[in-house]
């Protein structure tokens, strides 16, 4: 964190030093010499930063998926299965999006199909076993929000990844993880289970 705080004063600095040089167009009169000096020092001020960023989001990224497998096996622990499955369903999305991590160099990247297709089959699996427990102990339940909601979110992100590997397009992965984000969503908000204790 402190890389990308250090990374982004960097730049910011480093555009507002150059800010005069556009404002006044100067670069009219010395044919862009002046830019020639400024674009690549803004390129590599922007590269740090995102590189900053990206090993920041890596790490919480493990963060995130270690406690992730801690909630799974509390849940097994204590038999409920409604969380067990709910979050092994979002261990599985966790990783379908960390397999894009570097959007620009993976999603034309078929390399990567078989290994989604593989997480794509097991969240599925997992969210069938949720709803089937769901659906015998709480038939009756409103299934727009909660855990209903986190299942109808994953089962939208499997279609977007299908729409995905097929299209190759960013509109699709935008998709894709837009309805990873509404799921998270779902699962903050989620009252119909409780997340087990530490």
Do not use: C
């Not at 790490?59 to 497998?69: G, H, N, P, S, Y």
């Not at 297709?117 to 969240?123: A, G, I, N, R, T």
């Amino acid at each position: 964190v402190t890389e990308s705080l250090k990374a982004g004063e960097k730049l910011l600095t480093d555009e507002k030093t150059s800010l005069p040089y556009f404002r006044q167009q100067i670069y009219r009169r010395d044919g862009l010499s002046g830019g020639r000096k400024v674009f690549p020092v803004l390129k590599a001020d922007y590269e740090n930063l995102i590189a900053a960023m990206n090993r920041v989001g890596h790490q919480l990224m493990a963060l995130q998926k270690q406690e992730t497998e801690r909630r799974m096996t509390a849940y097994q622990a204590q038999k409920n299965l409604i969380g067990y499955y709910t979050e092994k369903s979002l261990l599985h999305a966790h990783e379908l999006v960390t397999l894009f991590d570097d959007p620009e160099n993976s999603i034309p990247n078929p390399e990567n199909d078989l290994r989604g297709d593989e997480l794509v089959v097991q969240m599925e699996n997992a969210l069938k076993a949720q709803r089937k427990i769901l659906d015998d102990l709480y038939p009756l339940r409103d299934t727009s929000s909660g855990v209903d909601g986190i299942a109808s979110s994953l089962t939208g992100m499997a279609g977007s990844y299908r729409h995905l590997k097929k299209n190759r397009t960013a509109r699709s992965f935008n998709l894709m993880m837009k309805r990873y984000s509404d799921a998270i969503t779902h699962y903050n908000r989620s009252i119909k289970f409780n997340r087990p204790l530490p």
